[in-house]
């Protein structure tokens, strides 16, 4: 008994205060939380949609689709049906990732309603060193991706970076970064684009070719 | 605050300005230094990082002074962390709601406010010791004074790393940039720079 | 086998390549502070080795295991204070019970580590980075304890040489350590990109 006295005595303000504080946090938690959720989706919309600008709503894809990393694991692709205003699909998004020069890249990416060319990509997490790796993220770099066709694509030292094919031209300077791009784009496209086609979301379209 | 400056009579007005320049955190007091180096790439993370500093200092410095009768001195350290850990929390929140960019930007340096040495070292050598208005006045200063330098770190390394300041073109087109400065070399090398300034130019002074 | 090389890497990675000192500032205090003496750089660095190994791991249990499933993430920060603040109080009392004299020469330093940013960061990073079992997280954090022992060994023995050179009067004390530690981050950029 007196030694839990003694224990309130010491302790009875960090009591009050902690649950004081734990109040103040729940309410600015009530008050903003809706607000942060907002903004996470908003941001993953709005770079979404400077690749497919016709789309109104993305849609998540139910199908459950697995893609295999490069290190074996396995894990749940994130894919969204993009519809326009009057719900017809326009396109294609989902999500890739993979390890670059420094750190993780996270992109999200897009493809055209068939599947059979890619809308380009935004990044959404990377690390790389500002100047080198970071001109990933330029329009020089990322145009090379819009209408590649949705096969293995390949990287090049040199070549003509304006014309349309499989055949990306590495950034001077940071050819792991444009390698770990190019790589993670493979994995995640080939591999969706398999399992899609096998599970009939895009199957007719072979078909109609 | 037992800094009598004849120049700065008033007890209010010597808590608000000592952390301007006399005892400015970054550049003579030296605490705190991991934002600095971290967030000065440019200056609007550099800004935002500043501002959040002021609020959580000034939040702390409230409470801490309202509880400065209260507390058991051998349970002081961790209630100071508690009521800076809470702050922090709050300010987080408020910069991923309004400022989801910022706060991407600065990541995990806006939960690692907690640990600046600046905040707790108001705390113990202000706060505890003295009333409301000074802690408060104390805590604008300091805050003040630390995003000043943080400013002042991130003018000159965005400048000389992209040639913009607050993203608007400064220098003329021809300008190369010296990416060097917005690596962690810069940061290093630009404070050692401005503090060795500081001291040649405070010591013609003396002399 | 694989799982060992890849936790091999990722301690690799936390003490060369993404070492915390050198690429994310956090326990840029002590480093500068650290006085010129590589004994006393040592054995503050095991201290903050230990407690950051001690205190990744429990904070990354109570967020797995507490904190997520309880969908109490906004009260993380404070969680991990607390967390950090008991790890280290309890090694400061095992070290005064067994380890007087080292008790004697850390003083101020040991409590002092629960302000530590590398400490701190290790968990926040922890979260970052999405470990997702308990064996990496035990690993990462022990390699980000020994990379801040190994950036501060660095600058105590740079330290000792340079009470010896002659350094412009305006650079004396912290500039030219400031700048050092900048010519150290160069140099230890050369690892980026080695782990993949």
């Not at chain 2, 500081?198 to 130019?201: E, F, G, R, S």
């Not at chain 3, 060992?4 to 890497?9: D, E, I, N, S």
């Not at chain 3, 010129?36 to 750089?41: I, P, R, T």
């Not at chain 3, 400031?178 to 150290?184: D, E, P, R």
């Given at each position: 008994?007196?030694?839990l006295k003694?224990?309130?005595?010491?302790?009875?303000?960090?009591?009050?205060s902690s649950?004081?504080f734990g109040?103040?946090i729940?309410v600015?938690?009530a008050?903003?939380?809706?607000?942060i959720e907002?903004?996470k989706?908003?941001k993953l919309n709005e770079?979404t949609?400077?690749?497919l600008?016709?789309?109104?709503i993305?849609q998540?894809?139910q199908?459950?689709?697995?893609?295999?990393l490069?290190?074996?694991?396995?894990?749940a692709?994130r894919?969204?049906?993009?519809?326009?205003a009057d719900?017809q699909?326009i396109g294609?998004s989902?999500m890739?990732?993979g390890?670059?020069?420094s750190g993780?890249?996270e992109?999200?990416?897009?493809a055209?309603?068939?599947f059979?060319?890619?809308?380009?990509y935004?990044?959404?997490v990377s690390?790389?060193?500002p100047?080198f790796?970071?001109q990933m993220k330029n329009?020089?770099?990322?145009n090379?991706?819009v209408?590649a066709?949705?096969?293995?694509?390949?990287?090049?030292?040199t070549?003509n970076?304006?014309?349309v094919?499989?055949?990306?031209?590495?950034?001077?300077?940071a050819?792991?970064?444009?390698?770990?791009?190019?790589?993670?784009v493979n994995?995640f496209?080939v591999?969706?684009k398999d399992q899609?086609?096998?599970?009939?979301l895009i199957?007719n379209v072979?078909?109609?070719? | 605050?037992?800094a009598s400056?004849d120049s700065?009579s008033?007890?209010?007005s010597?808590?608000?300005?000592?952390?301007?320049?006399?005892e400015n955190?970054?550049?003579?007091?030296?605490?705190?230094?991991?934002?600095?180096?971290a967030?000065?790439?440019?200056?609007k993370p550099?800004?935002t990082m500043?501002l959040s500093?002021i609020?959580?200092?000034?939040?702390?410095n409230?409470?801490v002074?309202?509880m400065?009768?209260?507390i058991?001195?051998?349970?002081?350290?961790i209630?100071?962390?508690v009521t800076?850990?809470?702050?922090?929390t709050i300010?987080d929140?408020?910069?991923?709601?309004?400022t989801?960019?910022m706060?991407?930007?600065?990541g995990?340096?806006?939960p690692?406010?907690?640990?600046n040495?600046?905040?707790?070292?108001?705390a113990?050598?202000?706060a505890?010791k003295s009333g409301?208005?000074i802690?408060?006045l104390?805590?604008?200063?300091?805050g003040t004074g630390?995003?000043?330098?943080?400013?002042t770190?991130?003018?000159?390394?965005?400048?000389?790393a992209?040639?913009?300041v607050f993203?608007i073109?400064?220098m003329?087109?021809?300008?190369?940039p010296w990416?060097a400065?917005?690596?962690?070399?810069?940061?290093?090398?630009?404070?050692?720079l401005?503090?060795?300034l500081?001291?040649?130019?405070t010591r013609?002074?003396g002399? | 086998?694989?799982t060992?090389?890849?936790?091999?890497?990722?301690?690799?990675?936390?003490?060369?390549?993404?070492?915390?000192?050198?690429t994310?500032?956090?326990g840029t205090?002590?480093?500068l502070g650290?006085s010129?003496?590589?004994?006393?750089?040592l054995?503050m660095?095991l201290a903050?080795?230990?407690?950051?190994?001690?205190?990744g791991?429990?904070?990354?249990?109570?967020?797995?295991?507490v904190?997520?499933?309880?969908h109490l993430?906004?009260?993380?920060?404070?969680?991990?204070?607390?967390?950090?603040?008991g790890?280290?109080?309890l090694v400061e009392?095992y070290?005064?019970?067994f380890f007087?004299?080292?008790?004697?020469?850390f003083?101020i330093?040991l409590?002092?580590?629960?302000?530590?940013?590398?400490?701190?960061?290790i968990?926040?990073?922890l979260?970052v980075w999405?470990?997702?079992?308990l064996?990496e997280?035990?690993?990462?954090?022990?390699?980000?304890?020994?990379?801040?022992?190994?950036a501060?060994?660095?600058?105590?023995?740079?330290r000792e040489?340079?009470?010896?050179?002659d350094?412009p009067e305006?650079l004396k004390?912290a500039?030219?350590?400031?700048?050092?530690?900048?010519?150290?981050t160069?140099?230890?950029?050369?690892?980026?990109?080695m782990?993949?």
């Open positions: 008994m007196l030694k003694l224990f309130v005595q010491e302790s009875w303000l960090l009591l009050a649950f004081f109040l103040l729940a600015t938690n008050a903003l939380s809706g607000k907002q903004n989706t908003a770079l949609r400077t690749l600008p016709d789309a109104a993305f998540p894809v199908a459950e689709i697995e893609v295999t490069p290190d074996g694991t396995k894990e692709a894919i969204f049906e993009a519809l326009s719900k699909r294609w989902f890739a990732h390890s670059g020069f993780d890249i992109l999200v990416m897009a055209d309603k068939d059979q060319k890619l809308r380009g935004n990044v959404l690390s790389e060193t100047g790796g970071d329009d020089y770099y990322r090379q991706f209408n066709p949705t096969e293995p694509l390949t990287l090049s030292k070549g970076p304006a014309a094919d499989s055949q990306i031209v590495a950034i001077t300077g050819t792991v970064t444009s390698t770990a791009v190019v790589n993670l994995t496209v591999q969706i899609m086609t096998k599970k009939g199957g072979s078909q109609q070719r | 605050m037992s400056n700065l008033s007890p209010y010597a808590a608000l300005f000592t952390g301007l320049w006399k955190p970054t550049f003579r007091l030296l605490i705190g230094l991991c934002p600095p180096l967030v000065t790439t440019a200056v550099a800004l500043g500093v609020f959580v200092l000034v939040c702390s409230i409470v002074s309202l400065r009768n209260l058991k001195p051998h349970v002081r350290i209630m100071f962390t800076i850990a809470t702050f922090v300010c929140m408020f910069l991923k709601a309004y989801p960019k706060s991407e930007m600065l995990a340096y806006v690692l406010i907690i640990v040495c600046l905040i707790i070292f108001r113990e050598a202000c505890s409301m208005v802690s408060i104390d805590g604008i200063g300091m630390f995003t000043l330098a943080l400013c770190l991130a003018g000159i390394r965005e400048l000389l992209t040639g913009h993203d073109q400064v003329p087109k021809a300008f190369v990416l400065f917005q690596m962690p070399v810069g940061a290093f090398v630009t404070l050692g401005i503090l060795g500081i001291t040649a130019l013609k002074k002399a | 086998m694989d060992f090389v890849a936790l091999l890497m990722g301690f690799l990675s936390v003490v060369l390549v993404n070492n915390f000192v050198f994310k500032f956090l205090c002590p480093y650290v010129g003496h590589l004994d006393k750089a054995g660095g903050v080795t230990f407690v950051t190994a001690l205190s791991t429990l904070t990354w249990m109570v967020d797995a295991w904190l997520t499933p309880l993430e906004i009260t993380r920060y404070i969680c991990y204070i607390v967390i950090i603040a790890a280290v109080q009392m070290v005064r019970r007087p004299a080292l008790y004697e020469a003083g330093f409590p002092l580590i629960s302000t530590n940013c590398v400490v701190l960061g968990c926040l990073f979260d999405g470990t997702n079992n064996l997280a035990v690993v990462l954090s022990t390699g980000t304890g020994m990379g801040f022992t190994v501060i060994c660095i600058m105590a023995g740079i040489e340079l009470m010896l050179s350094v305006a004390g500039p030219i350590t400031l700048i050092t530690a900048g010519i150290l160069m140099a230890f950029m050369g690892f980026a990109g782990i993949k």
